[in-house]
């Protein structure tokens, strides 16, 4: 390895050269930051300074740059020097863009400046250039488990592009729901009628296609390893096991619909003839069969009245059955309609509905349908009873505000879809918790939920992906629809998010994008998204490790899991770089090449603290990078004015903050730490899930600390920040730097 | 002259919204080379505008910040702003693309310090905030504008205020010389994002929007609810700036209506119950929403979102189509129809009314070049037959942005198929 090499570069340009002594930052970088080299430029980003940065590394050996210019999110492209590392001290949206400029501000203008070199210089001499995961996998098949709609289209779509695929089906026969549909809803132009389902021509394209190999009758017993190098056993009916190495999964399970037996009071198991969608479908294909109409199943005889019941049991907020709404129920009742009406245009269908859902040219749909007379009634149903063969449906009719009984033939409950996802992680490890005292029911719950674990992974933190919402394993964040919490295994269709075959099919196109994604990069020893292309990983130094396994447990991700002698054993290809386990580890033994508990304390330290009598005191800020520093930046863009006793230290989540970060600073003399992360709870926005959340918790144990050193507990302070604060953060900073002001000078001073 | 590196194994992405972003991003983070063009000098497109997001109410800077991270880190992504596609030629795996560059006249070497804004006097109408306000001539289009690049306005070109935004930078950034231009490139495949309108208001004549200036657009009432917005987040009602404390939201202005838009916008009644929040967070107590609409479609667990909305005593729905506005002698805007549950008949004054307008492709009536379908709305088709050039987002539905970032990770992935192709023949 190369001889290192420390260079600092102060920028002139912006009028920094006007606001700030830029002689004297000089002199701190050589004298403080202990740089070999130290260079000014009227304009850094130029052209021609770029050149001169680049022709140090070149033929000085410059290996360390502090660049002190602008924020690290402006001019990245000119600042680009890839395998060397850069540190980036924030003059101008950190310093001059927030002080007014004035005389009586110029001093402490010079010290925030000067401070922000010496932060600078200090980090990037803590930092190397991250030289790549060593542990990689480079396998490129993709397995998917489920062979419907989503997980046929999942694997086709990666077979288009190029890569084997394993797909892996519980049942005898792929096709999944939707091979149990007389019909779809269209998804053409003009949107009219129902059309083929679809399934026979994508199971002769899986047939057809040599990339992609299907098990039937199949399950997944276990899934060992890491994006790239997974080892997965697959149980087969008959008894025999199958290994396949595997680099990426997509789990299309599925769903069920909701139990209409759960139903009574809508007649279901009362009479024969009230069915669920599916029963109608089947009604459909054996009438089709048969080559005769659908007819009633109590007796056989024509079906003259049809009446269809949408959100049964579901959108119920009584917690009975279920909350939200399936989405593709509105369309296929539309559908079913339509099988009577094209078959006989005289059978009566009605749909009772509250909001009629048919988003998109869903719309068509219903405007055909209406055309085709079918009718349409607002309504609430409330009993349908069974009379002999013919049903009988009392209901609310909401536009006329009065109680209606009609009676049908047939009548059809839209229930809604219940997801394939296997067990709650929460509810197993609370399970589990309990189980560990020996009952033995405890136990056999725990068997009971083990036994609809679909992926079956020997990760520490449980055998499947977390769930979101209502048993669904979506994603949670609106920009990022693919987002879950197990590197390199993506979710698609109606497991994920309620949603019709269409949908399904686009998701899975997109997840079996994702999947790829996660196949390629893991080969290159690249981080998944949110820190994409990160070359970075945690390394643990094992000699110091207590076995607390605070890391292991803490991991938002699931990448940690524990060897043999108890220790933790990092998984470097699950991992998004979060630094969450850096900042859980109470002995600090976890570090990236480029951001470690070094990176961000040896700034803490390099800061000049004036004495006690200067009343100058000093305000450590660590913001997330995401949201508060981007406010900040922005704030600054803006000219909106803050305490110049502030130092602010960008991190990459608060999760990732080190509770001695906080001793440090306040040992250190600091009056104040403020953090500002995202917001945390049910809706929470933190990009690494849980990442404010845990940093905030351990935060809350702070509090003992600072009674122990006799501090003021309200020194340190959590600021939950999003990203258009720009304006009202300033104010909040002043407000907590007044606070500060009020309390004596830390007595930590000079020592 | 503008270079740029591509070949039949690039992928062009048009339009850099949240969907083209989306489609450059998950392809270049795939190891394929992208070039993404948008025509508005910055990237981000409408989702950049919104305030928050449903259902979360969360704010879209958040994940703009996060992909702009990714796409500066990854250097496989070459941005062209100010960029419109021209001309297409050849056929899947070899096309041919022209692209018209406007003149920014600020060059990379811009710092964004900002000295030529001060300078300059002429102030334009401002485009970011639906022109609800007025900016100066050279501007950086909002705090979160990638590229981080100032943009000198045509209109002063060749006055004396543009020789002052030159003046006045140091970094000899202004450059008042350039031209348009029209390069070529190449491209193996290309992804079509170029999203979507808000429904002509001034359309649905018996709305009177362009009468009425207390009745506006969803989207305009974002920037009035957005601290960033032309009234820095105050919900002042364009008239007279007196709060609107009692706003009605009118559903489907323009949606699923065979006069106007026939299809469902999908995202608008989710919108309108996000806005009404807007509403209590700005007044509390007082306050009114009240939403009149035909079916409330929160899809999915969006009906979480629906359910909380409806349990707020200051939020009414009432089902109806609003069948005519008028103004009152005070300039409030009135909503008369008929309330379908009960048949009553109403006459309803609000301090404002926001049309919940839908969404029109932006390629309905354009003429792409190449071989793309487009059913009767507009919105772009799946087209077996023609496997090189894909829709991504709302030019190919009426989406929410969880749904266009879906369609646009799909739309990556087509086209990846199809450089695949190439890179396997060309190996």
Known sequence: MAETKTAAYICKGCDIDKRVDVAALVKTATKSGKMNLVREHDF?????????????????????????????????????FPNTAISRGNLREGVIWIRPDTDAARETTQEMAEDYVRMACAEVKAMTVPGGNPNTGTVKTLLVVGGGMSGMTSALEASKAGYKVVLVEKTGALGGWAAKLYRRVPTREPFKAPEDNGVTDLVARIEADSNIKVYLSATIAKTDGAPGRFKVEIAIESGAVANEDIGAIIQATGFTLYDANKLPELGYGKSPNVVDQAGLEALAIAAAAAGRPICRPSDGQPVNKVVFVQ??????????????????????SIKQAMY?????????????????????????????????????????????????????????????????????????????????????LDQLSEANRVAEGGDPAAKQHVVELMSKSVLNLTYRQGPDVPQFKHGFNDSHFICFPYETRRTAMYNAGPVRRPMDIAQSQEDATGAAMKAIQAMENAGLGRAAHPRAGDLSFPTVRLEGCTQCKRCTVECPFGAIDEDEKRFPLFNESRCRRCGTCMGACPVRVISFENYSVNTVGSQIKSVEVPD?????PRILILACENDAYPALDMAGMNRHEYDPFVRVIPIRCLGSVNTIWITDALNGGYDGVMLMGCKHGEEYQCHFVKGSELGRYRLSKVGDTLK??????????????????????PQKINDYAALIKSFPPSPFKGF | MTSVVATNQTILVVGGGISGMTAALEAAETGKQVVLVEK??????RTVQLYRYFPKMCHPTCGLEINLRRLKANPRIQVLTLAEVTGISGDRGAYSVSVKLKPRHVNSNCTACGECGRAVQTEIADEFNYNLGKIKAAYLPSSMAYPQRYVIDASIIGTADAERAKAACKYDAVDLEQQEETISLNAGAIVWATGWQPYAAEKIVYYGYDRFANVITNVEFERLADPHGPTGGKILRPSDGKEAKNVAFIQCAGSRDENHLRHCSRFCCMASLKQTHYVQEAFGDAGKSTIYYIDIRAIDRFEDFYQKVKTNPNVSFVKSKVARITEDKAGNPVCNGVNVEGYKRYATAHDLVVLAVGMEPSVKGMDIPGEVMSDSSGFIMADPANAGIFGAGCATNALDVNRAVQSATAAALRAIQVVNKVARAEA
């Open chain 1, 311 to 332: 959100c049964a049991g579901q959108r119920d907020s009584s917690g009975t059955h279920l909350p939200y709404c399936s989405g593709f129920c509105c369309n296929t």
């Open chain 1, 708 to 729: 122990g050193m006799n501090l003021e507990t309200e020194r340190v302070m959590d600021l939950e920040v999003a990203i258009t604060d720009m304006a009202t953060l």
């Open chain 1, 612 to 616: 006690e009598f200067s009343e100058k």
């Open chain 2, 40 to 45: 508005n000098p910055y990237l981000g497109g």
């Open chain 1, 44 to 80: 850094l980003c130029s052209a021609a300074g770029v050149a001169m940065i680049q022709n140090d590394i070149d033929n000085e050996g410059v290996t360390h740059a502090a660049l002190c210019a602008c924020s690290r999110r402006a001019k990245t492209e000119a600042f680009n």
């Open chain 1, 340 to 424: 009577f009406k094209d078959s006989n245009p005289d059978i009566d269908t009605v749909v009772l509905f509250t909001d009629l859902r048919t988003p998109g040219n869903g719309e068509d749909f219903y405007r055909a349908a209406q055309n085709k007379g079918v009718i349409f009634s607002k309504g609430v149903v409330s009993d349908v009873s069974a009379a002999g063969n013919a049903c009988s449906v009392k209901f609310k009719d909401l536009i006329l505000n009065e109680e209606v009984n009609t009676q049908a033939d047939l009548v059809v409950l839209a229930t809604g879809m219940v997801p394939t996802s296997g067990p709650d």
